[in-house]
């Protein structure tokens, strides 16, 4: 399609979109559509409901931040639930700063900047449209045209909540030049925009001495005062400060506890009472959520000190740890990188997992729960089954790890060594092995680690190694006995006969001589044994089978190779097994005869067309699993 044409039609829906009348037809449109008058806590939290919501386990996953934001899903249902819902309600948790708390590099600005680009977006929509008057500066809302003394009547007919006063601007505008008659003043829809500084206001803290109020609540502009007379004249007053246009929006404010007293105190009053003071004016309402950011340094010495106590009760702490699950990790330096201009790079399987596994361990807590260690922890938050632990453990290792995730190895030096990485490969292919040697040289250059902090993080990274070790073996153990895939499907029937004869009480033919025969405990053992079945657990686990066996004979389907994930794995690694002098020899062979050739060319063109290699990291494996072979 020409592009100009997309820009045409872009502009074609912008104008379809305005809206503008008199507040007689506003009334309309309230009478109609109610929720045009909802509160800006309300507007946001049906902003991220109206994305729509999962319940995955005892969890509430959001749909809203599912595209940026990942392994957080515990906090976000905390944010949503504990405050964006009440908040909504008109319940007194509106009256508070939201602040996020956490590490660098957490997401707390991601999630901000989410916030606002989805309001943006949700006032553009039938459902989050909503009105101000127009030539507001601080796009009010209309309704707070009508009097206070008339609100309880026009609530109980139009069943809607009013809150706030005109501001000084709109308050004058009604008097000088429409003479009081409030059903003629000006209505328009209201598009949040922090562009166009509508809705979206955002603060950041410079330096004390140079930075003034006025960048909060606006300033007045001396060039007019000879005009209209007055300093308190609001024709004379700039309202583009940030709490003026971030008025029934959002206003970001950053690194908020690096700021000067005089900039938070201001905040006292619009918390607790919706108002602030600007000029020589009465107090102006205004309607807006005040999320802040900051980390854990900060925080405790903002608490520390008495002169701020005022300000602790008016905050809502929300702790915004790093993620901990080495999937959702995976996730977040795959967006990073797509981001990037390096598409034209092959990052090999399990580059970007080995990584994870790194970080995912700094940032992990010893648990006191008896034979649980790091990397066991790790892979039971990833949602791996561990021998001896379930699922429902983790909300006991939950509890007793209050802090986890709020120190470690951050994604951004993961991120700056993979792009070092990526930039130094001269083979347009980067492999496991080389991420994990540019997060070690990346140690050396990191100036504000102790030395057992660095020994610990080289701990870290020898794990990793181990964990890609086997991950390696398992791929390649997959591939070469898909070679063999005949050899496997006839262990696995041999296996199924066994298992039924064992269950049945009955005995096996042998298909040459006819003679019965006792099922094979020895061909079984060595299978349930790959898998980590123990002697105790052999006959549940084989009755487990036939049950699954017999489920699928009463519904006419074939119980098969790919029927039982865990009878599948054992018997691949029973076969890889029984291979791995094949194995060791085909991976290692300097000079390859023809059929070791042939070998290598199965399971690489394996290697590339079903796990995502390509030729060079194919190679690399091969030989890097033939030098672990022969240690």
């Given amino acids: 399609m020409d592009f100009l044409k997309l820009i045409e039609k872009h502009r074609t829906v912008e104008k379809q979109l305005a809206w503008e009348g008199t507040f007689k037809d506003y009334l309309d449109i309230v009478k109609e559509k109610p929720s045009v008058c909802q509160l800006a806590h309300a507007r946001i939290y049906n902003m991220i409901k109206s994305a729509g919501m999962e319940e995955k386990g005892d969890l509430r996953s959001y749909n809203f931040f599912a595209s940026e934001l990942f392994g957080l899903e515990k906090t976000l249902e905390t944010l949503v639930e504990e405050y964006f819902h ?47 008057i127009k030539g507001c500066p601080m796009h009010e809302e209309p309704l707070h045209l009508i009097p206070r003394e008339l609100r309880k009547e026009f609530q109980d007919v139009y069943n809607v909540y009013i809150e706030g006063e005109l501001c000084p601007s709109c308050r004058m505008m009604l008097e000088t030049k429409y003479d009081g008659n409030i059903e003629q003043m000006p209505v328009e829809r209201v598009f949040l925009s922090e562009d166009n500084r509508s809705g979206i206001g955002t603060f950041t803290p410079s330096d004390p001495k140079s930075q003034d109020i006025a960048d909060l609540t606006g300033s007045m502009d001396f ?8 300093e308190s004249d609001p024709r004379a007053y700039r309202f583009d400060g940030e709490l003026n246009i971030a008025n029934r929006g959002l206003m970001e404010f950053q690194e908020m506890l690096k700021c000067d007293e005089k900039f938070l105190w201001n905040l ?87 990584a994870s596994i790194f970080s995912v361990l700094s940032r992990l807590t010893e648990s006191k729960k008896q034979g649980m260690d790091l990397v066991k922890k790790m892979k039971l938050y990833d949602g791996e089954d561990v021998e001896g632990f ?63 902090e660095r020994d610990n993080l080289l701990n870290f990274i020898s794990i990793a190694r181990q964990e890609y070790d086997e991950m390696a073996k398992k791929e390649v153990q997959k591939a070469f006995v898909y070679s063999y895939e005949e050899s496997a499907k006839t262990l696995f029937e041999n296996y199924l006969d066994n298992v039924e004869a064992f269950c049945n009480g009955a005995r096996l033919k042998d298909p040459i001589t006819d003679e019965e025969l006792a099922p094979d405990e020895k061909l079984m053992r060595s299978i349930e044994e790959q898998i980590g079945i123990a002697e105790s657990a052999k006959k549940v686990f084989r009755e487990e089978i036939l049950i699954r066996l017999s489920s699928y004979a009463r519904k006419n389907k074939r119980f098969d190779y790919n029927s039982h994930e865990r009878l599948r794995e054992a018997i691949e690694k029973k076969l890889f097994a029984d291979l791995k002098d094949v194995v060791k020899i085909t991976t290692s062979a300097k000079t390859p005869d023809a059929d070791q050739l042939k070998r290598i060319n199965q399971v690489s063109a394996r290697l590339i067309s079903d796990h995502g290699y390509c030729p060079n990291c194919a190679n690399e494996l091969l030989r890097y699993i033939g030098s672990l072979l022969n240690r």
């Fill in 390 to 452: 379930k699922q429902k453990d983790l909300q006991e290792l939950q509890k007793e790890a209050v802090d986890e995730g709020m120190s470690g190895v951050d994604p951004r030096y993961v991120i700056n060594r993979l792009s070092s990485a990526l930039i130094r490969t001269s083979t347009r292919c980067i492999n496991p092995l080389d991420v994990l040697r540019a997060l070690k040289e990346g140690l050396d250059q990191h100036p504000s680690i102790t030395v057992e």
């Fill in 223 to 230: 060039s007019t005062i000879t005009e209209y007379g007055s």
């Fill in 86 to 132: 009440p908040a909504a309600r008109r319940l007194d948790v509106r009256k508070r700063i939201l602040l996020l708390m956490g590490p660098v590099s957490g997401g707390k600005s991601t999630l901000v900047a989410m916030l606002k680009r989805g309001l943006e977006k949700y006032s553009r929509t039938n459902e989050g449209a909503f009105y101000g």
């Fill in 268 to 354: 006292l009053s619009l918390s607790q009472e919706g108002n602030f003071k600007a000029g020589r004016f009465a107090l102006i309402y205004a309607d807006e959520m005040i999320v802040a950011h900051t980390n854990e340094n900060e925080y405790k010495s903002f608490i520390s000190n008495k002169k701020n106590e005022a300000l602790q009760s008016r905050i809502i702490v929300i702790k915004i740890p790093y993620n901990l699950r080495v999937t959702d990790e995976v996730k977040i330096y795959e967006k990073l990188i797509k981001e990037s201009d390096l598409r034209n790079i092959h990052i090999a399987p399990h580059a970007m997992r080995v």
